[in-house]
T-cell receptor, first 113, second 114 residues
């Protein structure tokens, strides 16, 4: 099963709050889990990524939490700012001999003052 | 120009037209991708090229025809499209085999089929 399921579809968070976006996968052959951020009129850009040998990765206000046994991973945005308003996609890459990414459906995040 | 560029940014075409989308990457990468982005759907991978050779075709209808003349340029030739083909078409590139799996995306071409 190659799908990556992402939730919620949309999220509204107050400035300064924590934004949390969740993803789940079925295929245990996935070995790389990136998050991409997309602003209107732009293509997606890599935000942060994790491999399954660690349970958490933090870069500034952005943290990925990874639960290998549950086959779930999530993006946490601390101290959310209006400039974080964008669409976020989780993705996964399998160890299939290629570098193909399977993307989630995206979460539109809006940070309100 | 830096990164990945795509032209045109917007395209309106009739179902009987023939048009082409162009992508150019200035990153020295060896792999290029075409994706289709529709509302509320995952990004759909259409084609992958590694070192100018097509390595993946995700059951894309023949009305979409890719061309990769060199590692820096990628085209998507369009003919006799359907209204459901209206979407944002994204090009991406990466350095295959580098152990960095980051894909760099262009801004996309917003295609409307009338």
């Amino acid at each position: 099963q190659q799908q990556v399921k992402q939730s919620p579809q949309s999220l509204i968070v107050q400035k300064g709050g924590i934004s949390i976006i969740n993803c789940a996968y079925e295929n245990t052959a996935f070995d790389y889990f990136p998050w991409y951020q997309q602003f209107p009129g732009k293509g997606p850009a890599l935000l942060i990524a994790i491999r399954p040998d660690v349970s958490e990765k933090k870069e500034g206000r952005f943290t990925i939490s990874f639960n290998k046994s549950a086959k779930q991973f999530s993006l946490h945005i601390m101290d959310s700012q209006p400039g974080d308003s964008a669409t976020y996609f989780c993705a996964a890459k399998g160890n299939f001999g290629n570098e193909k990414l399977t993307f989630g459906t995206g979460t539109r995040l809006t940070i309100i003052p | 120009e830096t990164g990945v560029t795509q032209t045109p940014r917007h395209l309106v075409m009739g179902m009987t037209n023939k048009k082409s989308l162009k992508c150019e990457q200035h990153l020295g990468h060896n792999a290029m991708y075409w994706y289709k982005q529709s509302a509320k759907k995952p990004l759909e991978l259409m084609f992958v090229y590694n070192f100018k050779e097509q390595t993946e075709n995700n059951s894309v209808p023949s009305r979409f025809s890719p061309e990769c003349p060199n590692s820096s340029h990628l085209f998507l030739h369009l003919h006799t499209l359907q209204p459901e083909d209206s979407a944002l078409y994204l090009c991406a590139s990466s350095q295959a085999g580098s152990n960095s799996y980051e894909q760099y995306f262009g801004p996309g071409t917003r295609l409307t089929v009338t």
